[in-house]
């Protein structure tokens, strides 16, 4: 049976038994304590904490899920890949155990024809917690599975939470015997390797106190409401139904690995270190794939260093198989094509997902070949001292120039028998990043924590937002926060939260800035600062109450700026124009991954590869104009979430959306997308638009940022002043500054070309009279001479280097000062003959450095340093001459 063929089995008998089919959410995950979704349940969570109402009773899902945590293990073990999808079933205070087993057991173990799995009932066994009867009673008694078939385990096997106070409940888990081949009998108790967990079905019926993650907390009492959490991986149970020994041999996963054997020329099976790179280029490029499909792109923090990491491992990966050619382009069509069937929109996607793969792979070819080098020769010099830990300075280098990961470095290292200074690298990298993070978290609502203290203000129901219709609304004041607490009232002075029935003021989301305005009422004034949503329904405004005092259920009038919106409109509307040029003109890959935008301003990342040329960036700021001035109406409708899909409407990779969208049109077709914002009525009343920049924010990823309205207006107004300026001093039209200062750039060039070649003649007389001026000190040749003149350290060193060489076969050593900036620098230059007399150029320029109040150092030919006493260059290289003359005749 195949992979596609388990899920719609399992999604269409839960949803013929009253459950809502909802989509796989994004990896991305709409919750800041996540990077990346990692279970099933994770886009339940706030239906299971009671932050949010849920829109159902019963939902079923196949969820994308990725964790990455022990990604060394991938590959090592039978059932362990960093991308796998969870199915579950889930009940919100609707049926409890008395369904959700039957229902479990009912799926496993019916016929194939009538929709079920077909699993023979005497296969499975069951374990349940310590001291659940009733669950056991169920499976006893109802279900008729016999009492040496169920087990009973403790905490830490059969007791689930989140790790944290909140809800929590005792699990129940079915097994499959895979027989005898796989280890002795006697139940998950006695082998989990041969008894394979095949469903797990917690029931969340407790609420969790403090104390460790897994076991010994507090109790402290019942839910409200009890919820049913279950399902199983689908990977695991399509190796078992398959008759496959691993999860990387299933229907799916498979065909990537066998590819990846093809282009390497390695065969699976013949080897337990090439099966293992096998398997882990086959899980990492599907997990790749996956996340580049929800709109994650290589970066070198958070989301995107893991995508950076498990993609870059794969390459290695397969460079340690035997392949040295460019592979990621066929993994990947290999990978879209096993996994469309499950998720057609990656078909679709498959271009953009290419791109940034392949450009990935690119870029890591290059810092593989240079730092593969110079991993190599910092583990030979390791291997001659004593030691067989790599430096932590040299982990760093490879890091910061070479862009190895750590993770490379140490997985290199163990291969190469050494050991890295983790705690040496993990110091220069907290170097490197010595700056203040922003507190800007600090006032954001998104966090579990926030929301804690709203959620009886959510219990009273979601805010309205007026501000689609309205710049005014009346509203009553629902809760006062300061500082995470409840308060009654507030006076002149204070910062605090304010939670409104009802608000005109947009709440920052979707890219654009949160609304200006002011809350009034008779005798009170408050400043809005800020305005965020918390759990995507209550809007919190952060406010400075700059007169009279404010209480809990006082009536106010919410006021939006005027200006301040229609800047916004402007901006926002101008960013989904730009979007739409930039699909226009580079092609519809061209996605937006993030946008920012305030009144007058806006941003947009996207997709690509390259730079963008002048003329290109001219045609899709010309395209945005000509949307402008066609003046295309911007339509509003509201729809379901599929039908939006249908109609083509593009969303934003890794926003949750609920089931009824907004959809914004500029245009018609030519701008569909999902969007919350506040936009103009019609495409002129955004105004002029012009581009300002357009910039790399990392690999696949560009930037572009515009002014719009009046800012676009007062930007151009600037250029055209600078212009006539420009005009003016040059005296030539302005058409012609730029033929003008090109020939005054040329003349430039040729006069430094003409005073360079004075200034070699002039050194190199130089270079005459110090060679006449040297002394002798045993045989040895000297020059140790300033130069009167301020000069660069580079010329400095080529004189040096010039005295040197005129001395032939002759012993000779040069050190000359000289100022650069009002900064003595010091250069030392020794040939091959004065070298066999003992003398080394960088012990001359430790020399003179001390004495100028400096440092500086190099190789024994050739070394430069540089001192803050100018005064000292006499004495420093009469210091330099008596060293000399020690060092020649001890």
């Known amino acids: 049976m195949h992979s596609a063929d388990i899920s719609s089995r399992a999604l269409r008998f839960f949803e013929d038994r009253g459950h809502t089919v909802v989509p796989s959410a994004s990896l991305i995950a709409d919750d800041p304590t996540l990077l990346l979704i990692n279970a099933g349940m994770a886009p339940f969570k706030p239906y299971f904490l009671g932050e949010v109402p849920p829109p159902y009773s019963r939902a079923t899902s196949l969820q994308k899920c990725v964790r990455t945590v022990d990604i060394e293990e991938v590959g090592k073990t039978s059932r362990h890949g960093s991308f796998f999808q969870m199915f579950g079933n889930f009940s919100f205070g609707d049926y409890f155990k008395e369904k959700a087993i039957p229902y479990a ?95 797990n079905l917690v029931f969340m019926q407790n609420i969790r106190g403090e104390g460790p993650a897994k076991e010994g907390y507090e109790i402290l009492g019942d839910l409200p409401s009890k919820n049913i959490d279950t399902g199983f991986g689908l990977e695991r149970m399509a190796a078992l139904l398959q008759d496959v020994p691993t999860i990387f041999d299933i229907d799916t996963t498979r065909q990537i690995l066998d590819l990846a054997a093809e282009l390497s020329g390695a065969k699976y099976g013949a080897s337990v270190k090439n099966d293992v790179a096998l398997r882990v280029v086959a899980d990492h490029i599907l997990t790749s794939v996956m996340l580049i499909g929800d709109g994650v792109t290589p970066s070198n923090d958070g989301r995107g260093y893991i995508l950076r990491r498990i993609l870059r491992r794969a390459v290695r990966m397969m460079r340690l198989l035997g392949s040295n050619d460019p592979v990621v382009h066929e993994l990947v069509a290999r990978a879209v094509q096993v996994m469309s069937p499950m998720y057609p929109e990656l078909a679709g996607e498959q271009k953009r997902i ?71 690298f993990r110091k220069l990298m907290e170097e490197q990043r010595a700056r203040a993070k922003a507190d800007a978290a600090a006032r954001k609502m998104g966090g579990h924590g926030e929301t804690g203290v709203y959620r009886d203000l959510l219990a009273l129901g979601a805010t309205e937002f007026t501000g689609y219709q309205h710049l005014e609304s009346e509203a009553t004041i629902r809760g006062l926060v300061r500082e995470g607490e409840r308060i009654r009232a507030a006076g002149e002075g204070d910062i605090i939260e304010v939670v409104l029935d009802r608000t005109p003021l947009y709440a920052e989301s979707g890219g654009q800035e949160s609304d200006a305005g002011v809350i009034v009422a008779d005798d009170a004034e408050l400043e809005v600062l800020d305005v965020q949503k918390v759990a995507r329904k209550l809007w919190v405004h952060q406010v400075r109450v700059l007169r009279g005092e404010v209480a809990e259920g006082q009536n106010v009038l919410a006021k939006v700026d005027p200006e301040w919106r229609i800047g916004a409109r402007q ?12 699909r226009e003109v580079l092609g519809p890959t061209a996605l937006q991954s993030g946008s920012y935008n305030k009144p007058g301003y806006l941003r947009l990342d996207f997709s690509w590869t390259g730079g963008l040329s002048r003329e290109t960036r001219t045609e899709i700021e010309e395209v945005s104009n000509l949307a402008v001035r066609r003046d295309l109406p911007v339509a509003v409708e509201y729809m379901t979430l599929r039908k939006a899909r249908d109609l083509g409407a593009l969303a934003l990779f890794g926003e949750t959306y609920d089931e009824e969208v907004r959809v914004v ?152 000062t000289a100022l650069a900036n009002d900064k003595p620098i010091v250069v ?63």
């Open 828 to 890: 030392a230059a020794v040939n091959e003959p004065g070298r066999q007399h003992g003398l080394k150029a960088g012990d001359l320029v430790r020399t003179a450095a001390k004495v100028l109040k400096g440092g500086g150092g190099g190789k024994p030919d050739i070394a430069q340093g540089g001192g803050t006493d100018p005064l000292a260059t006499a004495d420093a290289l009469q210091e330099v001459r008596r060293t000399i003359g020690q060092t020649v005749s001890p």
């Open 665 to 816: 049109e500029i245009g018609g077709e030519w701008s569909r997308e999902l969007c919350g914002g506040t936009h103009v009525a019609h495409s002129s009343q955004v105004g002029p638009l012009t581009l300002i920049a357009e910039s790399s924010i990392g690999s696949g990823l560009r930037r572009v940022e515009a002014y719009v309205g009046i800012e676009a207006y007062r930007f151009l107004a600037k250029e055209r002043a600078l212009a006539v300026s420009v005009s003016e001093i040059l005296q030539v039209p302005m058409a012609e500054i730029g033929d003008r200062v090109s020939g005054l750039l040329k003349q430039l060039r040729d006069a430094e070309k003409e005073v360079a070649r004075y200034r070699a003649a002039e050194l190199r007389q130089l270079a005459d009279e110090f060679v006449k001026r040297a002394s002798t000190a045993d045989g040895v040749s000297v020059v140790a001479e300033h130069l009167s003149e301020p000069t660069t350290t580079d010329e400095l060193r080529s004189l040096a280097i010039d005295v040197r060489d005129r001395f032939g076969d002759r012993p000779a050593a040069v050190t000359l």
């Open 354 to 424: 290419d791109r940034v793969a392949v450009a990935e792979e690119s870029a890591f070819s290059q810092t593989l070949k240079a730092g593969t080098a110079i991993f190599d020769l910092a583990a030979d010099e390791v291997r001659k001292g004593s030691s067989l830990i790599l430096p932590g300075d040299k982990a760093f280098q490879l890091h910061d120039t070479y862009g190895f990961p750590i993770d490379l470095t140490l997985e290199m290292a163990e291969e190469a028998g050494l050991s890295v200074d983790e705690t040496g």
């Open 105 to 199: 057991w009912e799926f496993l173990t019916g016929s194939v024809a009538d929709g079920g799995l077909g699993l023979p009932e005497d296969k499975l066994w069951v374990t349940v917690y310590l001291d659940d009867d009733e669950a056991e009673q169920i499976w006893r008694n109802d279900i008729g599975v016999p009492a040496e078939r169920i087990q009973r385990l403790g905490m830490s096997e059969n007791y689930w939470s989140m790790g944290v106070p909140g809800p929590c409940g005792p699990c129940s888990e079915i097994c499959y015997d895979r027989g005898p081949a796989f280890g002795r009998d006697g139940g998950p108790v006695a082998n989990d390797e041969r008894y394979l967990e095949i469903w």
């Open 571 to 582: 901006a926002h509307s101008g960013t989904h124009i730009v979007h739409a040029a930039l």
